[in-house]
């Protein structure tokens, strides 16, 4: 391959994205690409903070600066690096965009959005949510406070393609075939 690919996957929180960049990345592997996969941008930045998330989300300026720097850190590791065929994210820009607009008021989030670079991701595939399930980080309350319908108007129209709910072999097919497609249509040109 001549140019990196930088593939994200986006969408609610317990979708499957972290599931689907997993199997494609190893996939990929199997068949002798290079994959640097890039996953858990919020909880490393949690990790960071060192206390739960619930605990950020009662500190308005904690909040806010949680917020900026997953934003940040969206924008630096979501970069080409030919060093590797493809770079296969579990989350894209926009899912921290859509948190902070949920965690912030008005006027603060278009300060914290207003400097941000969206990257030039090759691949943005939408997925579907399926049923919620806790894991000690995800919040059920974005799902009831508008989460999905903020994806559904501002994300999904932006994305290439829609991994719609269905078995994760299915799921995986459908990304793998678009994936073939967009390498077959490179070689063409």
């Known amino acids: 391959m001549d140019k990196c ?3 994200a996957f986006t969408g609610v929180a317990s979708s499957g994205k972290t599931t689907l960049m997993n199997t494609v990345s190893n996939i990929l592997e199997n068949n002798g690409y290079t994959v640097k996969k890039d996953t858990n941008v919020s909880r490393d930045t949690i990790k960071e903070f060192g206390i739960h998330l619930n605990d950020i989300l009662k500190d ?7 917020q900026s720097r997953i934003l940040q850190k969206f924008q630096d590791r979501h970069k080409i690096d030919n060093k590797y065929d493809f770079i296969i994210c579990d989350r894209s820009i926009y899912c921290g965009i859509i948190y902070t607009i949920l965690n912030t ?6 300060k914290v959005l207003n400097n941000i ?3 030039n991701y090759d691949m943005l595939f939408y997925v579907e949510p399926l049923d919620f399930k806790s894991d000690g980080i995800r919040l059920k309350q974005y799902r009831e406070n508008g989460e999905l319908e903020l994806y559904k108007l501002f994300v999904e129209p932006n994305c290439d393609y829609t991994i719609y709910t269905d078995s994760i072999k299915n799921r995986v097919k459908h990304v793998i075939d678009f994936i073939d497609n967009i390498l077959l249509v490179d070689k063409l040109f």
């Open 105 to 110: 008021n008005k006027r603060l989030y278009y």
């Open 5 to 7: 690919k930088l593939i």
């Open 60 to 66: 308005y300026d904690l909040t806010v600066e949680f």
């Open 117 to 119: 670079e969206i990257p």
